[in-house]
C-alpha cells in the first residue's frame, strides 16, 4: 500500500517571517543588521532589479555577517535562536495542519531555502525531516558560501527527488507561498498556496 507524503515550505508558510533575516538579527543584533544592509545595498538592489540572483545576494549577506565564523559557534547560536525565538514566528494554522498529517502517519518534510543549522533543530524537535540549503564550511570555519545551489525554485524538486520517488506515493502535499515553490507545488496532487493566516 502507497504511504502519503507531505512536503511544506518553511519561511512564510510555517512561518510568519523570513527566518534568515531574523536569525541575523538575533545573532548579530538589529543595529549590526542594518548597518550589514547599508553596506551590501548594491548588491539587493541589482537582485530586486533583477542584475543579480537570490543566490547571489544571499552569499554575499552571509558573506559579510558570519564568513570566518567557527561552526560551532554558529550552530551554538542557530540552537538558541531555534529554541527561543522561532517558536514565536511559527504560524498557528501551520502546525496545526502538520499535526493533522503526522497523525495519519504521513511523513511530513520542510523543504526551504534557509540554512538547515537553524532549520533542522526545530524540525527534528517537531518530529520532521528537512531538506534545506547547506553551507560550506571548511576546516571547521564558515567560508559565507553556499554548499551546491540554493534549495529553492527547480532546486526543491531536485532535492526531494534525491531522497523520495513520488511513484512510491499515492497522495503528495505541497504547501507553499511564493514563485520560489511553484515547482514544489506542481509534484503534488494536492498542492496548498497561501493557505496559512495565522
Not at 530586486?48 to 544571499?58: P, R, T, W
Not at 527547480?154 to 523520495?164: D, G, L, P
Amino acid at each position: 500500500m502507497k504511504k502519503d507524503i507531505a512536503f511544506f515550505d518553511f519561511d512564510g508558510t510555517i512561518t510568519r517571517k523570513d527566518t534568515m533575516i531574523e536569525f541575523i538579527r538575533f545573532a548579530k543584533g538589529n543595529r549590526a543588521y542594518m548597518i550589514g544592509l547599508a553596506m551590501l545595498s548594491p548588491w539587493l538592489a541589482g537582485m530586486k532589479a533583477g542584475v543579480f540572483s537570490n543566490e547571489f545576494a544571499k552569499e554575499k549577506m552571509l558573506g559579510y555577517f558570519f564568513k570566518g565564523m567557527k561552526l560551532e559557534e554558529f550552530d551554538l547560536l542557530c540552537g538558541l535562536f531555534s529554541e527561543k525565538l522561532l517558536p514565536g514566528l511559527i504560524r498557528p494554522d501551520a502546525m496545526v495542519a502538520i499535526g493533522e498529517h503526522l497523525s495519519k502517519g504521513t511523513e511530513v518534510i520542510v523543504v526551504s531555502a534557509s540554512a538547515e543549522n537553524w532549520v533542522k533543530q526545530w524540525a527534528t524537535r517537531n518530529g520532521l525531516k528537512y531538506l534545506c540549503t547547506k553551507l560550506v564550511c571548511t576546516n571547521g570555519i564558515l567560508t559565507g558560501k553556499i554548499d551546491g545551489l540554493n534549495c529553492n525554485g527547480a532546486e526543491k524538486v531536485n532535492r526531494i527527488k534525491q531522497v523520495y520517488d513520488p511513484a512510491d506515493y499515492e497522495n503528495i502535499y505541497c504547501y507553499g507561498d511564493t514563485s520560489g515553490d511553484k515547482e514544489m507545488l506542481q509534484l503534488a496532487n494536492h498542492p496548498f498556496y497561501r493557505v496559512f493566516t495565522q
